[in-house]
């Protein structure tokens, strides 16, 4: 039960990582690249729910499906406005 949770977890960090670089936000560490991965799943969920579109390329890991692609896209739409409102890269 642990290591799966460990692995949801390196799972979202590595979502919301990709998620903060391809916008430019890169000021906060692992805890808020999988605060940012989680967020960025659920939003990308919500908006392929929304606009009827497929979820793609999910990933099974303790039983729960995430969602790599879609939380990858989540993260940079939840990234965007804290890059702009904290500051980006300089």
Request: glycine fraction near 14%; charged fraction near 10%; include cysteine.
């Amino acid at each position: 039960m642990i290591i799966r949770i460990i692995l949801l977890l390196i799972v979202a960090a590595f979502c919301g990582s990709i998620g903060m670089a391809l916008v430019g936000y890169n000021k906060k560490g692992c805890m808020a690249s999988i605060a940012v991965g989680f967020i960025g799943a659920i939003l990308g969920t919500y908006l392929s729910d929304l606009l009827g579109l497929p979820i793609l390329l999910t990933l099974k890991v303790g039983g729960v499906n995430f969602p790599i692609i879609w939380a990858i896209i989540g993260a940079v739409v939840f990234s965007l406005p804290l890059s702009l409102l904290f500051g980006g890269r300089k």
